[in-house]
């Protein structure tokens, strides 16, 4: 459902490449669509594909883009009412095979998730995280991640938010199990609080890279520029500011929305300039929120007749507070 993005990626990559540092252990993982400027060699962008897919099961990485800030404290599990638990497999049809991924969500009374459990494909719990809340400006303050059989565990257990007396987040600190800053995350904002720059040091005192943010609010879109260290622009891509919202703009004019405010249709251009077209079909509870979600890959023959292939199927379980 979420493109991939490989701005905290390339960030990364592009540090250790500078640094003689290992590729493998600089990478990171973030959610947006890669817009190439590694020479345009394909290679590398297979690695960096093949890489990242595999990483993103280990990095816990939910603010450390730019992009992932615009939506930290977006709240787009449920469309209506109080979600006190939602559980949710999420199946997956590769050429490879099946993959099957299920979590279950925790809310309390306000509808703020107050903890995630993974579960593997036994359904065993595998890692729980938690989350502290200022319930009343509902926004998040602290994260903590407990690991229990993750494949690939990372240093990062416990995360930190600092807000401004506005209101804005200022800082984010990661600290690893023994209590010591592994990462810290320094923003500036605009007068409305949206970000303009994050800056990412790991370790602290030790700047990887930039993301500076400008925005046109009446179209939904950020525009988010990736700089490394030595001041060389990597990438530049067009984001939505809002997800909860976006039916309510033009932009893109490939997506289209049902009467719910859901995605049914897409389209995106490839980094080696291919359009990709992806449809999406629903059921829906008595509340009005999904519960079944089936996402498909379009192609089309000579003749005009569209095919759809089954790539992933959503089922969740909703129960509310209400009921």
Avoid at 70 to 99: C, K
Avoid at 269 to 281: N, P, T, V
Avoid at 283 to 290: M, V
Avoid at 294 to 301: G, I
Wanted: hydrophobic share 35%; proline share 2%; net charge positive.
């Amino acid at each position: 459902m979420y493109s991939v993005s490989f701005n905290l990626l390339m960030l990364k990559a592009d540090y250790m490449a500078s640094t003689g540092g290992g590729f493998l252990r600089g990478l990171y993982f973030t959610h947006r669509d890669f817009r190439s400027q590694v020479n345009g060699k394909r290679s590398v962008m297979k690695a960096l594909l093949t890489l990242s897919f595999v990483l993103c099961a280990t990095l816990n990485l939910r603010a450390q883009s730019l992009f992932s800030v615009l939506h930290l404290n977006e709240e787009t599990a449920v469309h209506q009412g109080v979600p006190r638990q939602i559980t949710e497999i999420r199946t997956f049809y590769n050429t490879d095979g099946v993959d099957i991924k299920q979590d279950i969500t925790e809310f309390d009374s306000l509808g703020l998730p107050v903890s995630l459990k993974v579960l593997d494909e036994h359904k065993q719990v595998t890692s729980v995280t938690t989350f502290r809340y200022d319930r009343v400006n509902r926004v998040i303050l602290e994260k903590h991640l407990s690991q229990l059989k993750v494949r690939f565990p990372t240093n990062k257990v416990r995360t930190i938010y600092t807000y401004d007396a506005l209101g804005h987040l200022v800082n984010i600190t990661y600290y690893n199990q023994q209590g010591n800053v592994v990462t810290e995350v320094h923003l500036t904002n605009d007068a409305t609080g949206l970000p303009t720059e994050f800056i990412l040091y790991e370790p602290p005192g030790n700047m990887i890279g930039v993301e500076l943010g400008t925005y046109r609010p009446s179209e939904n879109q950020a525009i988010v520029q990736v700089i490394n260290n030595r001041g060389e622009l990597l990438s530049s891509d067009t984001l939505k500011i809002s997800f909860k919202n976006a039916h309510q703009f033009k932009f893109p004019a490939t997506t289209k929305y049902n009467q719910h405010g859901d995605v049914i249709a897409s389209q995106s251009r490839w980094h080696d300039g291919s359009i990709h077209y992806k449809e999406f079909d629903y059921e829906y509870d008595g509340t009005g929120n999904w519960i079944e979600q089936r996402a498909y890959e379009v192609t089309f023959k000579k003749n005009g007749k569209k095919n759809r292939k089954l790539k992933s199927l959503f089922s969740r379980e909703i129960n509310y507070w209400n009921s």
